[in-house]
């Protein structure tokens, strides 16, 4: 996967499935990429021929364009996926032009003849662009197999299945979610959207509220009744994964990841990081070290000082 000037593949890996079971579930590619300006599209960056194959992108970022002749183009925000079977000419993604910075996605090629039937029923029920749960346990376990350094990850045959059926039944739930939500569900989503597109800014319980035109009480129990949980916790977790994310997948300091979720005290940014993650972000980006290397470290070296510096 030699770097271009078009796209970049930051973290690959190829599948060997043994024994491979005939028409069962298999994945074949998993990768982190970055599209990185208006020249990357699927239609004109050459892949060796795959039939029969299943192809999922999971936006991560903004910057992605999704496109097909009978619909026209949209374009797509992190946690939308689009779907496609491997050759098809009247359906594309592309870098969006509009966008300034890469376009970061994850994506998955699969085959087997029960994969690709369960496609073409997601496809016919939700159309080609869906949602999927970037923070849930199925990306974790996405994200810890794209990161092994080797680039091949063995799998036996029924985790094989298990994993490519794992993921099109999470993409198919959190569509169906997504496409029934009204009333103070549709607030909730709405609002959950909100949080994840702003980060970055020091976003409060009242901001939120404002921003959609509602009271904090009434958002507050939307929020309840939708999702079990207030959304001063659900801006806490939401800007926990996306620190989680960048420590494990970029080498900037613990305190710029800290600014880039909207903390400025350290004292703030740790304990609530250790509330919902259960380790300090130090702790973290060592275990993600620890699976890379197969070295593991003492867990009374981590701490908030050795944290700063990391």
Partial sequence: MAKTSTYRMEEYVWFRVTPELE???????????????????????WQAPMPNHGVLKICLSDGGIFGSNADGEVKLHPGQALVRIFGERDVWDRYDPD???PWEFLGLIFRGTAAITMLRGLIERFGRVMTFPIHGSVMHRLESIVSDPSHHFDIAAPDAARMVTDVLMALAEHSEESRT??????LVHEA??????????????GDLADIHGVSREHLTRSFRQTLGRTPARMITE???GEACRLLRHTKLPIKTVMRNVGYTSNT???????????VTPGKFRDRGRELATGHFADDASSGVSSDLQS
């Avoid at 703030?268 to 259960?278: E, K, M, P």
């Fill in 268 to 278: 703030t940014f740790f304990r609530a990081f250790r509330q919902v993650v259960g």
């Fill in 192 to 205: 959950v959207r909100t949080i994840q597109q702003r980060l970055e800014d020091n976003l409060t319980v």
């Fill in 99 to 101: 966008h300034t910075g």
């Fill in 238 to 240: 939401e800007k926990m």
């Fill in 23 to 45: 028409g069962c579930p298999v994945p074949f590619y998993l990768g982190r990429g970055l599209a990185l300006n208006e020249q990357y599209h699927s239609l004109t960056n």
């Fill in 181 to 186: 939500v009204s009333g103070s569900d549709r």
